[in-house]
């Protein structure tokens, strides 16, 4: 079976429901990324944090994936999937894809904030006063910004096994993830679907300018015919 490997981000998103980062003067839900997602945010105000990861754990029960997770999942038929996803939702594996590695954390876990290797599933909300077993505070287990990104070892090695590499729903503006399209292949065929194309992809990519649904409802059997 040939690999693909998919680089997805909120974009892949938007149709259920979520919103995207950089849409909206980034501003995430009316903060900045630096209040809500930074090591200096949670130090200034630890309750900000908490509530703003509390109501987006709160609104990812009630979303579902759309059509591009669900073709998503849908390929494992033909290929050897392997997604890598920027986004904190679980909406790959609840569309059923089996192979997900989150390079940003996951909503539906919690960490202790002295040791991010104690780490718990996480469905409801996490209180001032939750703590981890070393009795630190529990806090989001998310990758924020100015963090290590642990899982980006394994991420390049799945983009320079890639036989194709798909990039969805993702502004490429955030780092050391971009950067995944540096370890492709030179064989390996480079697709993007993003509605708005004025990111340079360079020569090699092909750049199909829809939503994360309709690009992948038109990608779906050209992908089936080359596996
Ligand atoms: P962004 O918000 O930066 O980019 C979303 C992308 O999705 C944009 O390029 C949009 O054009 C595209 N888009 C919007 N609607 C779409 C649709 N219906 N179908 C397909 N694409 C659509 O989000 P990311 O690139 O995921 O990190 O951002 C990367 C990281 O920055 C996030 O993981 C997060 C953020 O700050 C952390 O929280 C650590």
């Known amino acids: ?24 003067n980034g501003l995430w839900e009316n ?19 908490l509530e ?3 109501q987006r754990r709160r609104q990812l029960h009630e979303v579902e994936p759309n059509d591009a997770h669900k073709l998503l999942a849908e390929l494992e038929k033909y290929y050897e999937v392997q997604i890598i996803t920027q986004n904190i939702d679980d909406l790959h594996e609840k569309a059923g894809s089996s192979k997900v590695l989150h390079l940003h954390g996951e909503l539906f876990k919690s960490c202790s904030c002295n040791n ?8 409801e909300d996490i209180k001032i006063g939750d703590k981890a077993a070393d009795g630190a505070q529990l806090r989001p287990f998310i990758v924020w910004f100015g963090e290590d990104v642990p ?3 394994e991420a390049a090695r799945h983009a320079k096994e890639a036989d194709i590499f798909l990039v969805i729903g993702t502004s490429l503006q955030v ?3 971009a950067g995944l399209l540096q370890d492709i292949k030179d064989t390996c065929l480079l697709i993007v679907i993003n509605p708005d194309d004025s990111m340079g992809y360079g020569k090699r990519a092909v750049v199909m300018k829809e939503t994360a649904t309709t690009g992948m409802k038109i990608l779906f059997d050209k992908l089936v015919n080359m596996a």
């Open 151 to 153: 899982l980006m070892k």
């Open 31 to 49: 903060h900045s990324v630096t209040e809500v997602a930074s090591p200096q945010g949670w130090r200034n105000n630890r309750e900000l944090v």
């Open 175 to 177: 780092y050391p993830a």
């Open 116 to 123: 991010k290797n104690l780490i718990y599933e996480q469905k």
């Open 1 to 24: 079976m040939k690999k693909l490997t998919i680089l997805s981000g909120a974009g892949i998103s938007a149709e259920s429901g979520i919103q995207t980062f950089r849409d909206s």
């Open 52 to 54: 703003f990861y509390n």
